[in-house]
């Protein structure tokens, strides 16, 4: 019964951050055609990723040459994570 739940929350938290990816994506996508800053969905991947950036920028300087490259930074450490903890999970 362990394993099963063991299994199930390491599922979910692939899947968020799986959904995380795809949130970002899809704000990089959107930040290169100015959309409606009050369309709902927008001010939602607004709300989302912002955080996640700041976080970032305070680190690492992240424009160079007037592109923002905080967005790869961060599908690049979700990407380690992701590989991190699947290592850990087939170790237990």
Sequence with gaps: MTDAFLT???VVVLGVITLYKWVIII??????????????IVQLLDRLTTPVYAMVRRVVPTVFGGIDLAP???IFIL??????????????
């Design 72 to 74: 790869i930074i961060v």
């Design 8 to 10: 199930s929350i390491f």
């Design 27 to 40: 704000s990089a996508l959107l930040s290169w055609v100015r959309p409606d800053p009050y369309n709902p």
């Design 79 to 92: 990407i380690f994570l992701e590989t991190f903890l699947g290592k850990i999970f087939m170790g237990l």
